[in-house]
């Protein structure tokens, strides 16, 4: 890993926000802000492989996202599609392993269907993780993984966190929020309890590598303490 790059970081999750207000400030339909957002989506997973990031994880759609406006909810599912169908060779052949969290197997057949193939083709790379939040929330994760945790025995904090859906991955080191909101949105909930956070007046379509390289180098400034002195 390039630690120069990352500043010692080895996990970045992103709540990527403002695909909407980007489009609404260039009088443009909120599909074609969703579109710039995917664009951004693979210039920024292209550079924190670039950079030597092992993990970056992707919020993309959340248990909330459902109350959005049903053709806003079809949009987002066929970009979801073409992403995945248009990128999948780049992933096989730079070594990107693709992981998916949440109850994304409630999506429909075709969109499971396609993520099942892409997890499979991309199980045995060893390289970067992207990571992409697919149907999630923080809270349902937890009480999934605490009542699998109970199936085996005592729920204490370390068999509630071998049952969350990033078990396999490095721990939460930076979570990146976009468009200037400063809140989790049920988001690695568990996983930020001591991840170090970066908030930004940036919309995500205008997040550029550059601005994951600004927000790695304030990580490096932190001295993480995990509680103590």
């Known amino acids: 890993m390039n630690a120069g790059q990352t500043h010692g970081a080895r996990h970045v999750a992103i709540i990527m926000d403002g695909n909407g207000r980007w489009a609404k400030k260039r009088h443009l339909p909120h599909a074609v802000g969703h579109q710039r957002g995917v664009e951004a989506v693979r210039t920024i997973s292209r550079a924190a492989r670039a950079m030597g990031l092992e993990a970056l994880t992707l919020y993309a759609f959340s248990?909330?996202?459902?109350?959005?406006?049903?053709?806003?909810v079809s949009a987002l599912m066929g970009l979801l599609k073409r992403f995945i169908q248009s990128d999948l060779d780049e992933f096989v052949r730079d070594n990107v392993k693709?992981?998916?969290?949440?109850?994304w197997r409630a999506l429909a057949p075709d969109i499971v269907a396609l993520i099942d193939d892409a997890l499979a083709k991309t199980a045995a790379n060893t390289g970067c993780t992207l990571v992409v939040a697919l149907n999630y929330g923080a809270q349902d994760e937890i009480a999934r993984a605490a009542a699998k945790a109970a199936e085996k025995g005592a729920i204490t904090p370390a068999a509630i966190e071998a049952e969350l859906d990033t078990a396999d991955l490095p721990p939460l080191d930076l979570l990146i929020r976009t468009s200037g909101e400063v809140r989790l949105s049920n988001f690695l909930l568990w996983q930020a309890a001591y991840a170090e956070m970066w908030f930004t007046d940036v919309l995500w379509p205008d997040f550029k590598p550059e601005?994951?390289?600004?927000?790695?180098?304030?990580?490096?400034?932190?001295e993480r303490r995990y509680g103590g002195r």
């Open 63 to 72: 248990t909330e996202n459902w109350r959005r406006p049903e053709d806003e």
């Open 98 to 103: 693709l992981k998916i969290i949440g109850e």
């Open 211 to 222: 601005h994951l390289q600004a927000a790695l180098a304030h990580f490096g400034q932190r």
